[in-house]
């Protein structure tokens, strides 16, 4: 199974009426700018164990990380707004609630992380690696790695944009 990140709205990930139902709620809590027409970012594909993996490996590293330790890689969303904590809002016709994180929250986690690992930050440095990776013999080496490339190049342009970045299996 695989796992994509998504720049955009709702509407990048959802269908019709739950893509609408979703971004109701979320400009409900959170100030999410609808941005309709502008063509959304997809990271490149990784291993869904991937998500898994690099959490384990965040947990070793930083003493607190819940944007990144406490989301499951289903129905999670990184907002552009700044809060402290991981929410569960629930949707109607969604089984689960959906996560919010913050998206500045996640590049600080991202960034205290990379430098306790020694990964890059840089945008030059992260697409090597991502371009180092797909032409890999191995697809399956180093899936934490992978992950994080796909997560920070993701994050990176969703606060450039000033959109969500969606967590997509």
């Known amino acids: 199974m695989s796992l994509t990140f998504i720049v955009g ?11 609408s139902a979703i971004d109701a709620e979320l400009r409900k809590q959170f100030p999410v700018e609808a941005r309709d027409g502008e063509e959304p970012y997809h990271s490149e594909p990784v291993d869904a164990t991937g998500w898994r993996q690099l959490q384990q490996r965040v947990l070793r590293s930083l003493d607190l990380a819940p944007q990144l330790t406490t989301v499951d890689a289903y129905q999670a969303v990184y907002v552009p707004a700044a809060h402290p904590n991981v929410e569960h809002l629930p949707i109607a016709n969604l089984a689960d609630p959906l996560q919010v ?17 020694s990964l890059p930050t840089d945008d030059l440095e992260l697409m090597k690696l991502g371009a180092h990776y ?4 191995d697809p399956d080496a180093d899936l ?22 969606w967590v997509v299996v």
């Not at 709205?9 to 893509?19: E, K, N, Q, R, S």
């Not at 994180?101 to 690992?117: D, K, V």
């Not at 797909?134 to 013999?137: N, R, S, T, V």
């Open 144 to 165: 934490d790695v992978q992950t994080y490339v796909q997560l920070m190049l993701s994050a990176k342009q969703a606060a450039a944009r000033q959109q969500a970045l």
């Open 134 to 137: 797909l032409e890999a013999d």
């Open 9 to 19: 709205t709702a509407a990048d990930v959802f269908a019709g009426d739950l893509a």
């Open 101 to 117: 994180g913050s998206l500045p929250a996640l590049i600080e986690e991202l960034q205290r992380f990379a430098s306790t690992a």
